[in-house]
């Protein structure tokens, strides 16, 4: 059975710095891995999506890298900025998304 | 891109009552779709697959009674959470998968409900 986890549960950092989500899944046997981005009270925004055969994938400030071997992926966030406050979710696809607990971060001004 | 849309966004209901909640993909054929439960500062939980045309496979836990699936066409599925009670006040998220296993699941914003 899939398991995701996700560290830390809550981050606080001062606006513009440089941060890392870390996501890490016991099954290596998936087809991708997604970053979702959630705000209070609402639905999901698909970040990044990293096929198992990608070792990264990059959109904006967003940098999000793949190991298999080692059942890990990571979140990187340049130049944080207030706006990226929310909680961020990883979920490993096999048949079925299974979702970490998330992050929350928050960027202070 | 592909957008899923779900109906209501909130709803408030008395105890024992049922609530219908529709996800539809708005510009996308959806084979699958999935059904997800989360609780306030927990992460998304599956409940349930379904397929068009095919009954729903549930996850160990939700009980298929209660939580009545329904995809009857390829871009609408629908939720009623029958006799509903307090404990079953939670956000539901559905999602939509075009074909097959490993294609992208697009989520609607989901239904937050609350029973009574």
């Known amino acids: 059975k899939q398991e995701v986890t996700q560290i830390p549960a809550a981050l606080s950092v001062p606006e513009g710095e440089n941060l890392v989500l870390n996501c890490s899944f016991t099954?290596?046997?998936?087809?991708?891995l997604q970053w979702f981005r959630q705000d209070p009270g609402k639905g999901l925004t698909s970040l990044l999506l990293?096929?198992?055969?990608?070792r990264e994938q990059t959109s904006g400030r967003l940098n999000a890298s793949l190991d298999k071997s080692s059942g890990r992926s990571t979140l990187y966030i340049a130049a944080s900025q207030p706006g990226d406050s929310a909680t961020y979710l990883c979920?490993?696809?096999?048949?079925?998304?299974?979702f970490g607990k998330g992050t929350k971060l928050t960027v202070n001004p | 891109g592909a957008v899923v849309s779900q109906h209501p966004s909130w709803v408030i209901c008395k105890s024992g009552t049922s609530v219908k909640i529709e996800c539809r993909s708005l510009?996308?054929?959806?084979?699958?779709m999935f059904w997800y439960r989360q609780f306030p500062k927990q992460s998304l939980m599956l409940m349930a697959t379904?397929?068009?045309?095919?009954?729903?496979?549930?996850e160990q836990g939700v009980e298929k009674d209660k939580f009545l699936i329904n995809h009857a066409s390829l871009t609408l599925s629908t939720l009623t959470v029958t006799s509903a009670h307090p404990e079953d006040s939670s956000f539901y998220i559905c999602?939509?998968?075009?074909?097959?296993?490993?294609?992208?699941?697009?989520f609607g914003p989901g239904t937050r409900l609350l029973v009574l």
């Open positions: 999602s939509a998968r075009a074909r097959a296993s490993g294609e992208t699941q697009y």
């Open positions: 099954d290596s046997a998936i087809y991708n």
């Open positions: 990293i096929q198992s055969s990608q």
């Open positions: 979920a490993a696809s096999t048949e079925k998304l299974v």
């Open positions: 510009d996308f054929q959806a084979t699958t």
């Open positions: 379904s397929n068009e045309g095919s009954k729903a496979t549930y």
